[in-house]
């Protein structure tokens, strides 16, 4: 059974619009997913990201294996419940998390060690293992376990961590017992085209739901990304959803859809949003700028958002200057909403066999933030982990 | 004009059930607000204050003076447009906040020189800006500009500073312009009751719109504070309302419901919230204690709030043990919905004329807590003001 229904593909180029159908409601792709790791997307409730529009959100197994504890959330009734979340939910695998652990992680070709991030304790997580969380925490989605090396390790390692990812998810694949659960792989292989193109066609031949481009937005070129998505998603199924793990900043979104990916996740909104960072057609700017002190209008004119059509900008401004718990939800609220209209132009595009235009339009007026293409989110968080 | 309206007295006590029309909508009382010092309740936002059923906030001149100034809020029409506030405001005038700046100010008759806790910078206070300044943010409650001195400072001290703040009162009442704004007055005169006497005797001379009483819950004991409330509210008119400033824990509206006070406001329950710490009708109990680990039933089973009709204890329980921003609000939003419900459950009673077995039964079954006895939640601000 094929749960992804491809609606359209752009006649220009790949980007593609569909809908994915879950056991918690219809997911209408491209779709963003906001991070919610710890059972909470930061800041925000279920209804605030109903009213957003989400319908699917990503949860992370690594942490909520260390707390709350699987058995906590498997004895409500899973993950939906115990965050009162009734739409879709894809959880990561949690190898992620756990290989940004070095140096307190060992790999082996049955599993990985590793030490908790919170008090040191010692664990040990399969592919197996990883199923079983994540079929306990009742995601619609679950990901296989893989081996993300860092982008510029040796292509020995590539290989290595390549071929130990394949082995994995057959073993995912395996021990997944069939329910309304989709499985998805993840391709991997660095910035070798024939790796990806290998890691592709083997995890195509295991028939899983869906395919995930793993290892990218590791502090690359963005140019590099770009190809390497663009070439990857050449090799995976056509009539299954690809899922570009860990990215997206706005203008990646728009790059990765031409390239034919379809669900995307990422920190970057929710987190640069606590830092006063708020997104608007043009780019990004920061709320605590006194520019905003007496704006008495709206942050972002014409917004839907609910902060934007309760709040001026000199309110949010102000809220943030003096320190004030409100502002970070309220920020959050917006960048979800921004990253949210901006998927449902994105789709109404490429239904409507206009994306090309909309696309270079972004281009044209969309001015990405300097720090956003030196260090990307995900490495801070790396550095951050490691250190 | 009376914009109060007394509606019931208790046979048995003076518990009062009235009701205060201000120019956006009528707060019934016994209220309590919720306080917002710098135009925002920490951690919720409007629309959540609607749901709990606040109709009268608190906000503080102090605040709003330093950040973002009261020039900015006027420009926008005041405080309410600026925080999308549409129910009442009470605003205090400064003074209590600007006497915990000791040693950081030095008071004359003509009014207060002080240095902002922020920045250090020098201001100068009077009565007369205090009530401009309240004027300006638009307030439906103004406070009268006072002088409010420690608990056990000498008695020579104590009526210094209410022949002040009999002073001050009297200039505000001269520049406020009659408009649709109350003044209220506060009666100082510490613990002696003779002291008390004098100061309503005067104030009340001059007519304000209410009578808040000052000076109390410094850290003096909770039965001193009791008889120094029954015998003040003994002095004040009957058909003007009584604020009993900067209290109330559940334990505390009680006694003072019951001595007649007809408005209280209090950090306490915002702030324990924060820290974890939940009303229940028995007392209140710390989220982070293991028992609500596991624990599938709300907080507080039966509870109306919004909390607890969609989240367990157990997800609450989780929140704050992973430090999520979602917790702070989650408690709030319990702990505001429960002074909420204890304040209607007491109107009720009063309005029914069954106050005393109500409060009785309170008194048997609900648990104070021991740090707060031994230290008020508003000297721990006075300390960490002044270290």
Redesign the interface.
Known sequence: MNNFQLLKTSTDNRARAGEITTAHGTVQTPAFMPVGS???V?????RDLHEIGANMILANTY?LYL??GIE?IK??GGLHK???WDSAILTDSGGYQVFSLAPLRKVTDEGVNFRSHIDGSEHFLTPELATEYQEDLGADVIMVLDECPAHDAPREKIEEAMDRTHAWALRCKRFHKPNNQMLFAIVQGGLFPELRKQSADYLTSLDFDGYALGGLSLGEPKEKMYSIIEETTGFVPQDKPRYLMGVGSPEDIIEGVTRGIDIFDCVLPTRVARNGALFTWNGRHNIRNAVY??L?RPFMPGCNCYTCR???A??L???F??G???A???ATIHNLNFMQNLIIKIREAILSDSYTSFRDEFRKTYRTTDEDTRLTQKQKWIKNRRT
């Open positions: 710890q059972a909470t930061k800041s925000v409730d279920p942490h707390r709350p906590v004895e409500f115990f965050m009162n002190k007496k008495e309760n709040f001026s000199a309110y401004h102000h809220l200057n003096a004030e718990l409100l970070y939800r309220l």
